[in-house]
């Protein structure tokens, strides 16, 4: 039997008197996408920083692809861009290739630009890009050492109607591609339509799980708004 590409058993995260998180089991196989709603404070961003190794979970385990821990297999793309403005798209994605030390890093920048329709604005500085431009070379810098698990804390904030279009088509056609993900946002039809999964958090606990046919926008929604309503 092959093991899941994330494995998540009983992770707990207390940070002094506050409990972030307590018991999250959760597997996410190759090639599976899942979503994260929950409310302020809810706990998802500390989950992402667990799974990506910039927290330790204070109780519980995590494996990725069975091992305690492969960094390489996550691209982590948090609220930061983690862009120098100075430089130019193309300069950004072969600095970030370096810094992971992927072989040729100027062919795999330029991959990376056309995959994520930037080639024409290569040369460009990502100080003057648009927040859509920016977060779209922000996920080709996650992107850049091939990660099997990418990880999207709120990808979607301060990004207008037309670009959060765009980076859905994007996380649609990379699921397609077989790119497994996770992904935190407030956006209730999204976390519908984006993934295999949806998983709704409340207070640092997995609260209700959807999936197949019973996730549609509508069904999440009112099972939100019930969690929601029943934790206050
Ligand atoms: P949001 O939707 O606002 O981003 P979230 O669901 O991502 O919220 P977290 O940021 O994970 O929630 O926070 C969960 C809880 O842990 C909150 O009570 C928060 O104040 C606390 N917390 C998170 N990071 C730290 C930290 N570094 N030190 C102390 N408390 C923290």
């Known amino acids: 039997m092959t093991s899941p590409l994330l494995r998540l058993k009983d992770i707990e995260k207390a940070y002094g008197p506050i409990t972030a ?6 597997d996410l196989d190759h090639g599976e ?7 302020n404070g809810a706990g998802k961003s500390t989950l992402l920083r667990i799974v990506a190794g910039l927290a330790a979970p204070t109780r519980g385990t995590l494996e990725i692809q069975g091992t305690a821990h ?5 691209g982590y793309l948090g609220h ?5 403005p100075e430089l130019t798209a193309r300069e950004n994605l072969i600095f970030a290739a370096r ?6 890093p100027a062919r795999r920048a330029d991959q990376l630009l056309e995959e994520e329709d930037l080639s024409p604005v290569a040369q460009r500085r990502a100080g003057g890009f648009s927040r859509g431009m920016a977060q779209r070379l922000a996920i080709a810098r996650a992107r850049v050492h091939k990660p099997s698990l990418l990880l999207l804390d709120e990808p979607f904030t301060g990004l207008d109607v037309p670009a959060i279009s765009r980076l ?10 077989g790119q497994s993900w996770l992904l935190v946002t407030h956006e209730v039809e999204r976390a519908a339509m984006l993934a295999d999964t ?9 609260a209700e799980r959807l999936t197949g046919g019973e996730l549609t926008p509508q069904n ?7 969690a929601l309503d029943l934790q206050s």
Do not use: M
């Open 168 to 177: 859905s088509q994007r996380l649609i056609e990379l699921r397609n591609a």
């Open 80 to 84: 930061a861009t983690l862009l120098y």
């Open 220 to 226: 999440l929604s009112e099972i939100y708004a019930k």
């Open 33 to 39: 996408t899942i979503s994260l709603l929950g409310p």
């Open 21 to 26: 998180l307590r018991n999250i089991s959760l």
């Open 70 to 74: 492969d960094r390489r297999a996550i």
């Open 198 to 206: 949806a998983l709704i958090v409340l207070r640092g606990q997995v």
């Open 99 to 104: 810094l992971h030390g992927v072989p040729k």
